[in-house]
T-cell receptor, first 113, second 115 residues
Framework: AQKITQTQPGMFVQEKEAVTLDCTYDTSDPSYGLFWYKQPSSGEMIFLIYQGSYDQQNATEGRYSLNFQKARKSANLVISASQLGDSAMYFCAIFSGYSTLTFGKGTMLLVSP | NAGVTQTPKFRILKIGQSMTLQCAQDMNHNYMYWYRQDPGMGLKLIYYSVGAGITDKGEVPNGYNVSRSTTEDFPLRLELAAPSQTSVYFC??????????????FGPGTRLTVL
């Protein structure tokens, strides 16, 4: 079985500052993928970034980067230069083996002016 | 290219009623999924399908049924609705296979209330 743990129920950050959202995972599959999704108050799920277990470099997508530490089984999302529009729920998820995603409980990020 | 579409967006059911949540995708994805999201929680997998005619249970399948007769459509059937099925339901699809990121594309969700 695979598992995602997000230990931060909520995070606060000021506009233009960087913030790190934590994610640890557990899987017995040697090949897996890690995803981060954003869910704004409107409810839709927005894909942010992906990291494959065999990728040599940490994934980056614009202001999003993934701090992937395989030995520690962590895949933290770093958002640089936070914007008010970044206020949302953020979900970490793992994909492995049986072609299904397992989600964490999420972290609510609030960006203040 | 509409992506993943879901209907209806909102629905209120009485206990014991049945309904079908519709999901369609136009990206020719092989995999399709149904999730439910309870308030303040992450998504939990109900059922998924790896192709037309093939479905399998996820983490929380009880009280639901699915079918996949075409690549495009993956309806979710609720029989004998119960208050515990009050949730937001998301359909998703992906092109899953070696060499792909397996990113799942989500529909906008269906908010279901059972009273």
């Amino acid at each position: 079985a695979q598992k995602i743990t997000q230990t931060q129920p909520g995070m606060f950050v000021q506009e233009k500052e960087a913030v790190t959202l934590d994610c640890t995972y557990d899987t017995s599959d040697p090949s897996y993928g890690l995803f981060w999704y954003k869910q704004p108050s409107s409810g839709e799920m927005i894909f942010l970034i992906y990291q494959g277990s065999y990728d040599q470099q940490n994934a980056t997508e614009g202001r999003y980067s993934l701090n992937f530490q395989k030995a520690r089984k962590s895949a933290n999302l770093v958002i640089s230069a936070s914007q008010l529009g970044d206020s949302a729920m953020y979900f970490c998820a793992i994909f492995s083996g049986y072609s299904t995603l397992t989600f964490g409980k999420g972290t609510m990020l609030l960006v203040s002016p | 290219n509409a992506g993943v579409t879901q209907t209806p967006k909102f629905r209120i059911l009485k206990i014991g009623q049945s309904m079908t949540l519709q999901c369609a995708q136009d990206m020719n994805h092989n995999y399709m999924y149904w999730y439910r999201q309870d308030p303040g929680m992450g998504l939990k997998l109900i059922y998924y399908s790896v192709g037309a005619g093939i479905t399998d249970k996820g983490e929380v399948p009880n009280g639901y049924n699915v079918s996949r007769s075409t690549t495009e459509d993956f309806p979710l059937r609720l029989e004998l609705a119960a208050p515990s099925q009050t949730s937001v339901y998301f359909c998703a699809s992906s092109w899953t296979g070696t060499g792909y990121s397996n990113e799942q594309f989500f529909g906008p969700g269906t908010r279901l209330t059972v009273l």
